[in-house]
């Protein structure tokens, strides 16, 4: 069991630009949540999978932020127009389909946005 | 609103004294409580939960923490601290029927030898 990977791990872009981060959970967990994580603060949540179904989104998640889960295994997190408030490590978590409820984070990706 | 508190930005404690990290809570219902440490640059690692039964609840690297429930607590604790403890902890509740968890700002527990 490898754990949840996420890539890339560092990402440093210009304002304007579009960034795109993937996210593989660990092997058979159903359930996949995006947070974000800026300096000096906890992770916020964004938004929830459980398989490929989308089934929970935060306010935090503007319409510049779309995520997909499209086979229900790795999930992708698509930022347009970056601005430099979009800063932050954006992590990535799974939880086994047992309904243990232990969600289990990747290392993250921190984003720069110049 | 919901929220998790984590009245100490940091704690400081010498080796093998104890630590105890604190935690209180505003969720309606009965939440699932959690506690996670972060090493620089690095992930969220899972260290213990509570979800209901006894009070006092062990986790990975020697630590426990205790659930009040009058008083909304879930305190994080180890009987004797190591230098290799030094990291940034989260507390984190799960509200009743939601799958997301809520942070606090977390406490950044310095071990000197």
């Known amino acids: 069991d490898t754990g949840v990977s996420q890539d890339p791990r560092h990402k440093i872009t210009k304002r304007g630009q579009n960034v795109t981060f993937r996210c593989d959970p660990i092997?058979?967990?159903?359930?996949l949540y995006w947070y974000r994580q800026t300096l000096g603060q906890g992770p916020e949540f964004l938004t929830y999978?459980?398989?490929?179904?989308?089934?929970?989104k935060s306010r935090l998640l503007s319409d510049r932020f779309s995520a997909e889960r499209p086979k229900g295994s790795f999930s992708t997190l698509e930022i347009q127009r970056t601005e430099q408030g979009d800063s932050a490590m954006y992590l990535c978590?799974?939880?086994?389909?047992?309904?243990?409820?232990?969600?289990?984070f990747g290392p993250g990706t921190r984003l720069l946005v110049l | 609103a919901q929220s998790v508190a984590q009245p100490e930005d940091q704690v400081n404690v010498a080796e093998g004294n104890p630590l105890t990290v604190k935690c209180t809570y505003s969720?309606?219902?009965?939440?699932?409580l959690f506690w996670y440490v972060q090493y620089p640059n690095r992930g969220l690692q899972f260290l213990l939960k509570y979800i209901t039964g006894d009070n006092l609840v062990k986790g990975s690297y020697g630590f426990e923490a205790e659930f009040n429930k009058s008083q909304t607590s879930f305190h994080l604790k180890k009987p004797s601290a190591l230098v290799s403890d030094s990291a940034l902890y989260f507390c984190?509740?799960?509200?009743?029927?939601?799958?997301?968890?809520?942070f606090g700002t977390g406490t950044r527990l310095q071990v000197f030898p």
């Open positions: 984190a509740v799960r509200p009743p029927n939601t799958d997301k968890l809520i």
């Open positions: 969720v309606s219902g009965n939440p699932y």
């Open positions: 092997s058979e967990h159903n359930r």
């Open positions: 978590a799974s939880t086994p389909a047992d309904g243990q409820e232990t969600q289990y």
């Open positions: 999978f459980q398989n490929e179904a989308q089934l929970e």
